[in-house]
């Protein structure tokens, strides 16, 4: 009878059916190292240490809201949106955005995208964002002949900041105990108004950020799964609809 293989090679790769929509809630508080870890490092200076910044940022594939949460520590102006219904006020597949709506619509993108879409959400963000766009995936993000070409060789990302601690996800949920053998990372770029083009990728490593950036709250119960819409609520499609706010 064979084994079980739980070596490490295989247990970091998270298999998802075509039809899956990928769903692994970001604790919030690998959301807060970005901005305290590196956004804010004075050798990065991507974000102002400011109480809040009115800058506008989009989370385009929200879930939950749990990266939200921590958006809105950050920005007055954070809008949100996802492909199914997590409760959210905004429904809107992002890959399906015309440009011609959001050209530099936004000074910041900073998402945890579906594995599979990860590098259309990022070619996607680029002409959208003024400031930053970031991207939380698996460090094997950085692997791909096809990606290289494709993303990696014209538009090389400004830092990849690597977590030196596991940061747990599961599918669906938001787990205080989950544990994983999967390794992640902040993939970020400038935006257009940097003018000077990335030609040399920064690797950063994220010290350890848990038990400083963990909140008791953070584990809320919160809506996981797509439901339905009650009766009568009408789903906004449009990012820059003027009936609902940002959820």
Same mark, same amino acid.
């Given at each position: 009878?064979?084994?079980?293989?739980?070596?490490?090679?295989?247990?970091?790769?998270?298999?998802?059916?075509?039809?899956?929509? $990928? @769903?692994?809630? *970001?604790? #919030?508080?690998?959301?807060? /190292?970005?901005?305290?870890?590196?956004?804010?490092? &004075?050798?990065?200076?991507?974000?102002?240490?400011?109480?809040?910044?009115?800058?506008?940022?989009?989370?385009?594939?929200?879930?939950?809201?749990?990266?939200?949460?921590?958006?809105?520590?950050?920005?007055?102006?954070?809008?949100?949106?996802?492909?199914?219904?997590?409760?959210?006020?905004?429904?809107?597949?992002?890959?399906?955005?015309?440009?011609?709506?959001?050209?530099?619509?936004? $000074? @910041?993108?900073? *998402?945890? #995208?579906?594995?599979?879409? /990860?590098?259309?959400?990022?070619?996607?963000?680029? &002409?959208?964002?003024?400031?930053?766009?970031?991207?939380?995936?698996?460090?094997?993000?950085?692997?791909?002949?096809?990606?290289?070409?494709?993303?990696?060789?014209?538009?090389?990302?400004?830092?990849?900041?690597?977590?030196?601690?596991?940061?747990?996800?599961?599918?669906?949920?938001?787990?205080?105990?989950?544990?994983?053998?999967?390794?992640?990372?902040?993939?970020?770029?400038?935006?257009?108004?940097?003018?000077?083009?990335?030609?040399?990728?920064?690797?950063?490593?994220?010290?350890?950020?848990?038990?400083?950036?963990?909140?008791?709250?953070?584990?809320?119960?919160?809506?996981?799964?797509?439901?339905?819409?009650?009766?009568?609520?009408?789903?906004?499609?449009?990012?820059?609809?003027?009936?609902?706010?940002?959820?």
């Amino acid at each position: 009878m064979n084994a079980q293989n739980t070596t490490h090679a295989v247990m970091s790769q998270r298999h998802e059916d075509s039809d899956s929509l $990928d @769903y692994f809630p *970001t604790p #919030p508080w690998a959301t807060r /190292a970005l901005f305290w870890q590196v956004l804010m490092q &004075p050798q990065f200076a991507l974000f102002p240490r400011i109480e809040k910044s009115d800058d506008r940022c989009l989370e385009p594939a929200c879930g939950g809201g749990h990266m939200v949460k921590v958006l809105r520590e950050h920005f007055s102006k954070v809008e949100s949106c996802d492909i199914a219904d997590y409760g959210q006020d905004r429904i809107q597949d992002f890959l399906a955005l015309e440009y011609s709506q959001v050209i530099g619509a936004y $000074d @910041y993108i900073i *998402t945890n #995208p579906p594995f599979n879409l /990860a590098e259309e959400f990022v070619r996607k963000a680029l &002409p959208m964002t003024r400031k930053c766009v970031a991207i939380f995936a698996r460090t094997q993000f950085m692997e791909s002949i096809g990606r290289y070409e494709r993303l990696f060789k014209p538009n090389p990302p400004a830092i990849i900041a690597q977590f030196s601690e596991r940061v747990p996800i599961v599918k669906g949920r938001l787990s205080a105990t989950a544990s994983t053998a999967t390794s992640y990372a902040w993939f970020i770029w400038n935006g257009t108004q940097h003018s000077d083009k990335t030609t040399e990728t920064k690797l950063f490593w994220i010290p350890p950020s848990r038990r400083i950036y963990e909140k008791p709250n953070d584990y809320e119960e919160r809506v996981e799964t797509p439901h339905s819409r009650p009766t009568g609520h009408a789903p906004q499609t449009d990012l820059f609809g003027k009936t609902e706010g940002d959820i």
